[in-house]
């Protein structure tokens, strides 16, 4: 079993930055894949990013050049850089592990964080 707990949400301006964090339970979590989906009011929840267990990195179209994924095994933590922020990527955040490689599928994922808001002023 995993846990996850994301931070780091909040409101920022339109072009500005913030970096979510995602810590996770478990002596395991250096063998998941994790990653970063995110949900709009109304919509559905979709892939940010993920990166492997070998530090891999995938990122969805709307956010390459943008956003970066990283993870630090010794803290068990996966870390979201976002930069150059957009009002269009006011969403809840959440991170996710997933025991398998990475994917940009959510159904693949097996355990799920609480979410954390983000909100982007124009």
């Known amino acids: 079993q995993v846990q996850l707990v994301e931070s780091g949400g909040g409101l920022v301006q339109a072009g500005g930055s913030l970096r979510l964090s995602c810590g996770a339970s478990?002596?395991?979590?250096?063998?998941?894949?994790m990653g970063w989906f995110r949900q709009a009011p109304g919509k559905e929840r979709d892939f940010v990013a993920a990166i492997s267990w070998s530090g891999g990195t995938w990122y969805a179209d709307s956010v390459k050049g943008r956003f970066t994924i990283s993870r630090d095994n010794a803290k068990n933590t996966v870390y979201l850089q976002m930069n150059s922020l957009k009002p269009e990527d006011t969403a809840v955040y959440y991170c996710?592990?997933?025991?398998?490689?990475?994917?940009?599928?959510?159904?693949?994922?097996?355990?799920w964080g609480q979410g954390t808001q983000v909100t982007v002023s124009s």
């Open positions: 478990g002596r395991t979590f250096s063998s998941y894949a």
């Open positions: 996710a592990a997933n025991r398998g490689a990475y994917s940009v599928m959510r159904g693949s994922y097996d355990y």
